[in-house]
């Protein structure tokens, strides 16, 4: 694969650019040498050396529990988005080139040092001319034009690897590329983001002791962000937190029922919380850096409380029907396999109550049923089980007194009672009793209509063996190879007969067509041969 593509940048069917970043890509994996075996560190390594596009790559892939395996997913969790910071004389320049004026005309002054530098912006300090303290959020120049053909190489890449292998039962990874690209275009669309800010501000506004800058609006463009400067301590500076005299315990629990509100009540949540965009100021928690926000639909919520309810009941069939509700099947669902996979999932939580439950933990096996089973799993689902067992991680380093999951449990019990309504449940029970006596009064007559066109030879019935597919397909195979046996065997014993005349033409004294009878008999055992002994190895 690696040489076609080498190809195209050599024969010129790749522009000049694109085909130099192909060049830089196969440098970076060789220096790594990832071709000698591959390892968690490695796989981060080389993400971080290729540059904004795979660490951001790298970053979407953690948020994906089914996409690579656990030790994979914590090792990319590490990614760093600091990276050497664009020379201050370039930040002016955006400045300048944005506002179609000078950066002072505007500003009174820029602090020269960046607060951060992240692969797609970098944060400033700076100062209004009324003297109002501000950050300003610059966005590197180019930095789109870089990641749009990293992206077409990609797909150019994943084209190429679908050719020659077989991408049943593998991960979509044309549809993990398309997610980090629309992802990344969200997080360099600066207005965007501030309307996740302010949308974040409006359904936090009645908890005082939550927090997050106020954009400037007037001053705010899809490149340039500028918001009010806020002073605090992260989450993990525990010195710094420790000499403010800060009650972690009481910090802790006001982080983790927020974080529950927005996941359960909100469904517009933090996708990124590590301590980093949370910092602490006078009792108050301050949420920053809102360009990756997680949202779950009313639809998503309600099956994951459906599933969660079910998992404290042991209610097999009410966990199925959730976890088709969350997912959309990519084909067709073998449900006998998928009730086998969630009895084994309920099986691990056989004596589960509300006090012990670990979001985190469940929301990944769900997630691991849904791709066994070939069910697309929910962007905003996948976000969620992340955020969960990130925060979990968080208040354990630095809240280690604070048990999330509980809070989450309570805020989950709370949620589903809330909504519980008994005269919402009597109206559904009065809809279902009628549904069901109106169905049951119209039963003798489809009886009727199914004996008369029975009767009449007009009755088609179409069985469906659900589960029986790898058997059929296991047989069908098994037929295949019989019948290829059967022509191998005829084209023998044909060409053997055309050799014993004198049918013209010949080469070497041999009849032409007995010849080519030889070939084809020869290429269909070969190929014959070869399918068996694949399927042994599989075995």
């Given at each position: 694969m690696l040489r076609e593509f080498l190809g195209q940048a050599e024969d010129g069917s790749m522009d000049i650019?694109?085909?130099?970043?192909?060049?830089?890509?196969?440098?970076?994996?060789?220096?790594?040498?990832?071709?000698?075996?591959?390892?968690?560190?490695?796989?981060?390594?080389?993400?971080?050396d290729l540059g904004p596009t795979?660490?951001?790559?790298?970053?979407?892939?953690?948020?994906?529990?089914?996409?690579?395996?656990?030790?994979?997913?914590?090792?990319?969790?590490?990614l760093q988005s600091e990276v050497k910071p664009m020379d201050f004389s370039v930040v002016k320049e955006i400045v300048?080139?944005?506002?179609?004026?000078?950066w002072d005309g505007i500003f009174a002054s820029i602090d020269e040092h960046a607060m951060g530098s992240a692969s797609i912006a970098q944060v400033h300090r700076a100062s209004l001319l009324n003297g109002d303290r501000v950050v300003i959020k610059v966005q590197r120049p180019g930095i789109y034009e870089v990641m749009a053909k990293d992206i077409a190489l990609l797909k150019k890449a994943i084209s190429l690897l679908n050719l020659v292998r077989d991408s049943e039962g593998v991960v979509n990874l044309e549809s993990i590329v398309d997610e980090m690209w629309e992802i990344a275009?969200?997080?360099?669309?600066?207005?965007?983001?501030?309307?996740?800010?302010?949308?974040?501000?409006?359904?936090?506004?009645?908890?005082?002791?939550?927090?997050?800058?106020?954009?400037?609006?007037?001053?705010?463009?899809q490149r340039i962000l500028v918001m009010e400067c806020m002073e605090g301590i992260p989450l993990d500076d525990g010195e710094g937190l420790q000499a403010a005299c800060v009650d972690m315990e009481r910090i802790g629990r006001r982080l983790g029922i927020?974080?529950?509100?927005?996941?359960?009540?909100?469904?517009?949540?933090?996708?990124?919380?590590?301590?980093?965009?949370?910092?602490?100021?006078?009792?108050?928690?301050?949420?920053?850096?809102?360009?990756?926000?997680?949202?779950?639909?009313?639809?998503?919520?309600?099956?994951?409380?459906?599933?969660?309810?079910?998992?404290?009941?042991?209610?097999?069939?009410?966990?199925?029907?959730?976890?088709?509700?969350?997912?959309?099947?990519?084909?067709?669902?073998?449900?006998?396999?998928?009730?086998?996979?969630?009895?084994?999932?309920?099986?691990?939580?056989?004596?589960?109550?509300?006090?012990?439950?670990?979001?985190?933990?469940?929301?990944?096996?769900?997630?691991?049923?849904?791709?066994?089973?070939?069910?697309?799993?929910?962007?905003g689902f996948s976000m969620f089980a992340r955020g969960v067992m990130i925060m979990e991680g968080v208040m354990t380093r630095c809240c280690p007194q604070v048990n999330f999951s509980e809070i989450f449990a309570k805020g989950l019990r709370v949620s589903m009672e809330k909504d519980f309504s008994w005269l919402a449940?009597?109206?559904?029970?009065?809809?279902?009793?009628?549904?069901?006596?109106?169905?049951?009064?119209?039963?003798?007559?489809?009886?009727?209509?199914?004996?008369?066109?029975?009767?009449?030879g007009q009755t088609k019935v179409n069985l469906d063996l659900t589960g029986s597919q790898e058997p059929l397909q296991k047989l069908d195979s098994m037929i295949n190879k019989m019948i290829m046996a059967i022509i191998s065997a005829a084209l023998l014993l044909g060409s053997s007969t055309i050799c014993t005349t004198q049918m013209e033409p010949k080469i070497m004294e041999i009849p032409l067509l007995g010849v080519l009878g030889y070939l084809a008999a020869m290429v269909l055992c070969s190929k014959l041969l070869w399918s068996i002994i694949k399927t042994d190895r599989r075995k």
């Open positions: 650019s694109s085909a130099r970043r192909l060049k830089e890509i196969v440098a970076v994996l060789r220096d790594r040498e990832l071709l000698q075996g591959v390892t968690p560190v490695k796989v981060r390594q080389v993400l971080e795979f660490v951001k790559l790298g970053q979407i892939i953690s948020m994906r529990p089914d996409f690579l395996p656990n030790e994979y997913q914590a090792e990319l969790t590490r300048q080139r944005e506002y179609n004026q000078s275009k969200q997080e360099m669309d600066f207005l965007l983001e501030a309307d996740h800010i302010e949308e974040f501000a409006h359904l936090n506004k009645d908890d005082e002791n939550i927090l997050c800058p106020k954009v400037n609006r007037q001053l705010t463009t927020n974080y529950v509100k927005q996941m359960i009540d909100d469904g517009f949540f933090h996708a990124d919380p590590h301590p980093g965009n949370i910092w602490v100021k006078d009792g108050r928690i301050i949420w920053l850096d809102l360009g990756m926000m997680g949202r779950l639909s009313v639809r998503d919520r309600n099956s994951f409380r459906h599933a969660i309810m079910a998992l404290v009941t042991n209610d097999v069939y009410g966990m199925k029907e959730a976890v088709l509700a969350l997912g959309m099947p990519r084909g067709k669902v073998d449900h006998i396999q998928l009730y086998d996979d969630v009895s084994a999932l309920m099986a691990q939580y056989g004596d589960l109550d509300f006090e012990h439950l670990k979001a985190g933990e469940v929301a990944r096996k769900i997630l691991m049923v849904l791709k066994s089973n070939n069910i697309a799993i929910p962007h449940e009597l109206n559904k029970f009065k809809r279902d009793s009628y549904m069901l006596m109106k169905k049951s009064m119209q039963l003798p007559e489809q009886i009727s209509d199914i004996l008369k066109m029975t009767l009449s």
